[in-house]
């Protein structure tokens, strides 16, 4: 008890100083893993109420998550009946560009309420593009120039640019504008306190920025429901990310051409000695029926490679849509 009692003290700690702002330079990565376990204690709001599947469900999944030397969540829910199957989901797990959808769900409510216009055009200095992080604006256009705001979603979400990414923070205020959002929709579990660039400067701090695989199909499932965009803008978001270009071998991996994925990956940074500390991929799956289905998979601090972690995400996603919910894809 001790012990435990240590470990949600430390994570109230990270959370104090991430919240004022004060980056935990000083802690280590394995502490961080450790406060994940525990971070749900410290959630606001309260999750939706789902049906939970039965227990034998998630005997294939456990076995897949099992095959990976990793620590594997994954959360799906039938968006029409709440049907829910998950693994794993009582830790947070790193959400690296994952957290660009919420970002994109915060810029268009700006929309939606007047602030901010899709066709807006925002000036680029060459400075602003960071040569030391991902970014395909900074390769296409090295000097920078204008752009609409329409353009950095697109960018952002489809092809997670880090450098538009904190563009369009710094544009609605910050990472505590997306953490304000979140409680206002009335979503727990999910936590938005860095920046790309602050990541990419402590690695450490990916494991802030987290997640419940259950959480974020909460977020999923309000985003598709209507309940946190106008129709307009919703569209505009679905279209981005069913056009995603990257994991394309991670959800829709092993699924046929005429089921629909609108979905967002994110990938994490790997240590000296090999250890990925995220390949995740969440998103809406339009089944052949119509039916949809949100699904989470978060795969954390993984020894293994990259393929095979997302050959796993993309053997869940087709046990899910062939085995646990065969009758929605008719």
Known sequence: MTEKRGEVHGLLLLFLRAWYGMAPMTLTGSFLRSCMVCSCVLSLGVMPALAAAPAGDSATVQKLAHSLEARV?????????????????????????????????????????????????????????????????????????????????????????????????????????????????????????????????NHDLQYVNSSRPSAMNALLRAFDEGKILNKDTQRFLWDIMAGCSTGATRLKGKLPQDYVVAHKTGSGFTTPEGVIAAVNDVGIIVLPNGRKMAVSVFVMDSKDSLPACEKVIASMARWLCTEWQPAAAK
């Open 73 to 201: 969540g994954m959360a799906a829910v039938m968006l029409d009946t709440g049907e829910t199957v998950s693994i794993g989901d009582e830790a947070a797990y790193p959400m690296q560009s994952v957290f660009k959808f919420i970002l994109a769900l915060s810029v268009l409510k700006q929309v939606d309420e007047g602030k901010l216009d899709l066709e807006q055009i925002i000036h680029i200095r060459p400075e602003q593009l960071l040569k030391d992080t991902w970014s395909p604006l900074r390769e296409r256009f090295p000097q920078g120039g204008d752009f609409s705001l329409k353009e950095l979603l697109r960018v952002t979400v489809q092809e997670s640019d880090n450098n538009t990414c904190d563009l369009l923070f710094a544009l609605i205020g910050g990472t505590g504008t997306v953490q304000k959002d979140l409680k206002e929709w009335g979503i727990s579990g999910i936590n938005v306190r860095f920046t790309e660039n602050e990541m990419l400067r």
